[in-house]
């Protein structure tokens, strides 16, 4: 209920203030399960998406906004996750493995799920290597994959403006794709990680290819994190 009401006053409201742009939003299926695939630019696609999508959509949220031990934090973890955010260790591990279990329980029940297959912003305009958790959910379910590339989702400020903001944001839909079944059944049957990790990393190199193909992006062989730590123009070995 509280998630209906949020996007009823909201949508209205982000027409209004951010004028956005929505192309393709008839590829989005009606019923059934899918997974949203897209480049990960701003937070503007985090809230855009699950506001004009014509079901609830639900993303994993990164497990340091659940976390912090303040009134304002508080408020803006009940937020997330009334608005069907799951949090998410980005680092991997267990906790990662666990909230992978919840998305794809929220699959298996006939929902929607938005995913940044690059994990964190990209730090300058280029599409960053995919972590495979997306590949495992398509593979596991079965669900078809939306990717879907996003434009001008950075809050920035310009000199007139006091505060940062959203300047014709757009979002563009692919069109869904499942993997194919041989694909599948090698993942289901591997009979270790290594082959595991083979398919998975195939699948999801194919779904950066999907969505580079409708950002126009150029695709680097490295995760976003990296750079971000050494810095641009620092060796990242």
């Known amino acids: 209920m509280f998630y209906h009401v949020i996007v009823v006053i909201a949508r209205p409201l982000c027409r209004l203030l ?3 742009i929505l192309r393709n939003m008839d590829n989005i299926p009606a019923t059934g399960a899918a ?3 897209g480049n990960h630019m701003g937070i503007g696609e985090s809230f855009l ?3 004009f999508a014509p ?3 639900s993303y994993p949220a990164k497990a340091e906004l659940f976390k912090k031990d303040t009134l ?3 408020i803006g973890a009940w937020f997330l996750l009334n ?3 799951v949090p998410m260790n980005r680092d991997g591990g267990y906790t990662a493995t666990q909230a992978l279990g919840e998305i794809q329980t929220i699959l298996d029940n006939g929902g929607f799920v938005a995913i940044h297959p690059e994990g964190h912003r990209s730090p300058d305009g280029r599409l960053y290597k995919g972590r495979t958790g997306i590949a495992r959910l398509a593979l596991a379910t079965g669900a078809p994959v939306i990717p879907f590339g996003c434009f001008r989702t950075r809050f920035t ?3 007139w403006m006091p505060f940062p903001w959203l300047f014709r944001p757009e979002l563009v839909m692919g069109v869904p794709f499942t993997f194919p079944d041989d694909m599948r059944e090698a993942f289901l049957n591997a009979s270790n990680r290594d082959q595991a990790g083979e398919v998975l990393r195939d ?3 194919q779904v950066m290819v999907k969505i580079a193909e409708i950002t126009g992006q150029e695709i680097v062989d490295e995760y976003s994190y990296v750079r971000r730590e050494v810095g641009p123009g620092q060796p990242t070995n």
């Open 18 to 20: 951010f004028r956005p």
């Open 35 to 37: 997974i949203f695939a």
């Open 49 to 51: 998406l699950p506001v």
């Open 55 to 57: 079901r609830p959509v």
């Open 72 to 74: 304002f934090h508080r």
């Open 83 to 85: 608005m069907r955010q």
């Open 157 to 159: 400020r310009k000199k």
């Open 203 to 205: 699948a999801t190199d």
